[in-house]
């Protein structure tokens, strides 16, 4: 049988976590499921916020459904045992490299945006983001002290032709099975990481991809397009730092964070399998943490995403993302809410997507 382990952690993740279980529930899908401590909660209640335990699990398990890490409770707490290190420990751990971070607007929600809804209208992007690499990893890293007294903080971006290559490969497919676009990222007019990652893509894409319409572009460059022209964008290859930045940006021009799931990859290994945690991108909002109002949405919808690429069962898939857009025409959350339609909390949210399915 499957197995699936549910790290719930902190904030909302454990609302917007319970409301998508309820989803797979109605399902009807045989699944065993784990629940563990992650993150702030197992730091408080075992000292570390990724206990062996967990990791050894979720080296174990089919997928992972990963809710959301960190909040102010855990300001002062060492790096290296703050929430944050679950998540970065957990893609190191499980080489999970590949993160899918899709943008997509539903019709009924153009309005949300912050951007004139005939920019948005039909946006259907996805960021691949490479994530057990770059600056995030890098040696060295450090804060010394100078003979003056002062201190100088460093990190180091480094990437491998290998690196390069396996998130690039993942793009070029990405984008086979839909506009046949991809944006390759990168500073390669500052950073010799960033020329080699331009040179990668490029000579992958002219060996392997010859019918994929390769870009590249400049971080800057792409950030300002995203808000400018987003439509324009298929699919956007680039390196872990850069991802995160651009990720978030695309994300809050569909409107709401809260709308967002996302999929992180491993190697596929030899008997076909590979290791992947899907997570809202939203993070643990600790401000509404708690109070039954945060959007399930993201995590509904990360769900879908594990049903697409870890169980291979795109048909149910298609049914909650059909489901979700149904229920956001029905009623929204407080973060996306209108006039025109009712403000409902995390669980009649999630009652309506049961009720579209
Ligand atoms: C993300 C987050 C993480 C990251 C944090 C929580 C470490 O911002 O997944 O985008 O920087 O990767
Ligand atoms: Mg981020």
């Not at 993160?99 to 539903?106: D, G, I, K, T, Y």
């Not at 080699?196 to 950030?223: E, G, V």
């Amino acid at each position: 049988m499957t197995a699936l382990l549910v790290l719930p952690g902190d904030g909302v993740g454990p609302e917007v976590t319970r409301a998508a279980l309820r989803v797979l529930d109605a399902l009807g899908l045989s699944i065993e499921l784990d629940h563990d401590l992650v993150g702030g909660a197992a730091f408080d209640a075992e000292g570390t916020p990724l206990p062996a335990r967990v990791l050894d699990k979720a080296r174990r398990a089919d997928a992972i459904l990963f809710g959301a890490v960190g909040g102010p409770k855990w300001d002062d707490v060492p790096y290296p045992l703050r929430p944050e290190a679950a998540i970065i420990g957990l893609r190191k751990q499980l080489d999970l490299f590949a993160n899918l971070r899709p943008a997509r607007v539903f019709d009924t929600l153009a309005d949300v945006s912050p951007l004139r809804p005939e920019l948005v209208r039909g946006l259907d992007l996805m960021i691949v983001r490479e994530a057990t690499g770059g600056v995030y990893f890098g040696e060295p890293r450090g804060i010394e002290h100078l003979a003056d007294g002062t201190e100088r903080g460093f990190n180091t971006e480094a990437y491998t032709t290998v690196e390069i290559e396996r998130v690039a490969q993942v793009a070029f497919d990405l984008a086979t099975h839909r506009a046949g676009r991809v944006a390759s990222v990168d500073k390669a007019n500052v950073m010799e990481s960033g020329m080699l990652w331009r040179r990668t893509a490029q000579a992958l894409r002219d060996r392997d991809y010859p019918a994929i319409a390769l870009d590249h572009m400049y971080a800057d460059n792409c950030a300002m397009q995203l808000v400018r022209d987003p439509l324009r964008f298929d699919v956007i290859l680039t390196s872990n730092l850069f991802g995160d930045i651009l990720s978030d940006l695309a994300a809050a021009c569909t409107g709401s964070l809260g709308l967002l799931p996302s999929a992180t990859l491993g190697p596929i290994g030899p008997d076909g399998r590979r290791a992947a945690l899907y997570e809202p991108i939203h993070g643990s909002a600790p401000d509404i943490a708690g109070r039954g109002i945060a959007n399930p949405v993201a995590q509904i919808l990360s769900l879908a995403m594990l049903l697409r690429w870890s169980l291979d069962r795109p048909d149910m898939a298609d049914r909650i993302d059909c489901a979700c857009e149904a229920a956001l025409a029905r009623c929204r959350t407080a973060d996306i809410a209108t006039p025109a339609l009712p403000t409902v909390g995390t669980g009649a949210m999630a009652d309506a997507v049961i009720a579209a399915l």
